[in-house]
């Protein structure tokens, strides 16, 4: 059973559309962060959201914590398709902000020329 | 200021055999964690060192271990191989152990034949 539930598993759009993926669980966090991965490449941390309904924007993404901080989302304006990758949401664990982070199973987003 | 450095990128194994993998965090980063991702499972937290000593282990067999050094280098070590141990191996480092600044390298590729 994953900790957090990332939908959906995958979207592939056209250039200049926008789109929403999610990222929900049962549990209540901390924080959660969002991160992008490239094919043969490690995440590279986007964001992190730290106070319920927070809302966090970098550039064309636009991230929101829940205010009951289960639940997050990442919008994304006039895709492009340098925006192309995996999508993972991220928490640490309970009560706990060191090291250890449980992942959800991430959204394959291709945006098409 | 280097990122996280993973070597070797690339590695093949045969059955039964081990492997080491390293990971030298950035400069002055003193928590290295480990994770494995595949398509099945995502990423998977492995275990966490902060200054030398292990502070936290994810639900792997004991064949997985690890170790920092005093520089604050690391190294996992899979012993017995297993065809379902190839996976991506990704190490994270963070100044003070934070979940939230963790910076990823760009992982080991492991197959296992």
Request: aromatic residues 10%.
């Amino acid at each position: 059973t994953q900790l957090l539930e990332q939908s959906p598993q995958f979207l592939s759009i056209q250039e200049g559309e926008n789109l929403t993926v999610y990222c929900n669980s049962s549990s209540v966090f901390s924080s959660l962060q969002w991160y992008r991965q490239e094919p043969g490449e490690g995440p590279v941390l986007l964001v992190t959201v730290v106070t319920g309904g927070e809302v966090k924007k970098l550039k064309r993404l636009t991230f929101q914590f829940g205010d009951a901080r289960k639940d997050s989302s990442l919008h994304i304006t006039a895709a492009q398709p340098g925006d192309t990758g995996l999508y993972l949401c991220a928490g640490p664990d309970r009560g706990s902000t060191l090291g250890r982070l449980y992942f959800g199973r991430g959204t394959q987003l291709t945006v098409w020329p | 200021k280097a990122g996280v450095t993973q070597t070797p990128r690339y590695l093949i194994k045969t059955r039964g055999q081990q492997v080491t993998l390293s990971c030298s965090p950035i400069s002055g980063h003193r928590s290295v964690s480990w994770y494995q991702q595949t398509p099945g499972q995502g990423l998977q937290f492995l275990f966490e060192y902060f200054s030398e000593t292990q502070r936290n282990k994810g639900n792997f067999p004991g064949r997985f271990s690890g170790r920092q050094f005093s520089n604050s280098r690391s190294e996992m070590n899979v012993s017995t191989l297993e065809l379902g141990d190839s996976a991506l191996y990704l190490c994270a480092s963070s100044l003070r152990g934070e979940s939230t600044e963790a910076f990823f390298g760009q992982g080991t590729r492991l197959t296992v034949v």
